[in-house]
């Protein structure tokens, strides 16, 4: 009995912690969706990893490519958090965002934990579920 209860302790621990995981790096993704609507490229780009400021190495860079490249995600009309999975030490977010024109669209935004948080390492453009090439 005592094995059983300490068995479900740990499991509600790990679950517990899951679940904190997940609902920080939805934050993340949600505040930096919200300074891309309002144009704060200083602050969207604060929540992108090392390596992604490494790559843009300025806000309005990093700005540029936003709006340029991911559209729905600067000015989105609805977001959706779906699944979240651990992949190469990592965390994976699958997003659903809806555009302005009500197109949908599925992102993959990798995600890794630092010393200041969890940060943004890569976003990728999914086809949706269903379609075919």
């Known amino acids: 009995m005592r094995k059983w209860m ?9 679950a517990g912690a899951a679940i ?3 609902t920080e790096i939805e934050a993340v993704i949600t505040s930096q969706i919200e300074a891309f609507k309002t144009d704060d490229f200083a ?3 604060t929540f992108a990893a090392p390596s992604i400021q490494g ?10 490519m936003v709006t340029q ?21 990592g965390y ?15 992102l993959a935004y990798s995600m890794i934990e630092t010393g200041d948080g969890w940060k ?3 976003v990728q453009l999914l086809d949706a579920p269903g379609a075919s090439a």
Request: hydrophobic share 45%; net charge negative.
């Open 20 to 22: 904190a995981q997940e």
């Open 92 to 106: 994976i977010q699958t997003v659903r965002i809806e555009d302005a024109d009500g197109v949908i669209h599925f």
């Open 69 to 89: 490249g991911y559209p729905m995600v600067w000015r989105p009309a609805d977001v959706t958090y779906l699944d979240l999975r651990e992949e190469a030490g």
């Open 120 to 122: 943004i390492s890569g």
């Open 6 to 14: 300490m068995g479900m302790v740990l499991a509600v621990g790990l």
């Open 55 to 64: 790559i843009f190495r300025t806000p309005e860079n990093f700005g540029r």
């Open 43 to 45: 602050q969207a780009f």
